[in-house]
């Protein structure tokens, strides 16, 4: 399985993007699919994830502010990010868990202007 992040960035404060990773594989089988991130000299960090029944869970940080979903369809997720603070800039990471094996894309960077 091969996921291709998109949709990274420079954004202003305030402002939106929204990133996309498109799996080589039908996601309906995967057990659970997110992003994670990881800005310049912190760990990588779970942002938001989406199981197979689209159940969905955030870190307390994003609450409110980003929204993930899954398209079966188009073996792609998404995460709409709104009101972007300098402090979510980072490096974000989708990831896929199936069948117990991990599978993780290459990165997008997301960079927030103050």
């Known amino acids: 399985v091969q996921l291709q992040a998109s949709g990274g960035g420079l954004v202003q404060a305030g402002g939106s993007l929204r990133l996309s990773c498109a799996a080589s594989?039908?996601?309906?089988?995967?057990?659970?699919m997110g992003w994670y991130r990881q800005a310049p000299g912190k760990q990588r960090e779970l942002v938001a994830l989406i199981t197979s029944s689209s159940s969905t869970d955030y870190a307390d940080s994003v609450k409110g502010r980003f929204t993930i979903s899954r398209d079966n369809a188009k073996n792609t997720v998404y995460l709409e990010m709104n009101s972007l603070r300098p402090d979510d800039t980072a490096v974000y990471y989708c990831?896929?868990?199936?069948?117990?094996?991990?599978?993780w894309g290459q990165g997008t960077l997301v960079t927030v202007s103050s």
């Open positions: 594989a039908g996601i309906s089988s995967f057990n659970v």
């Open positions: 990831k896929a868990v199936k069948t117990g094996r991990v599978y």
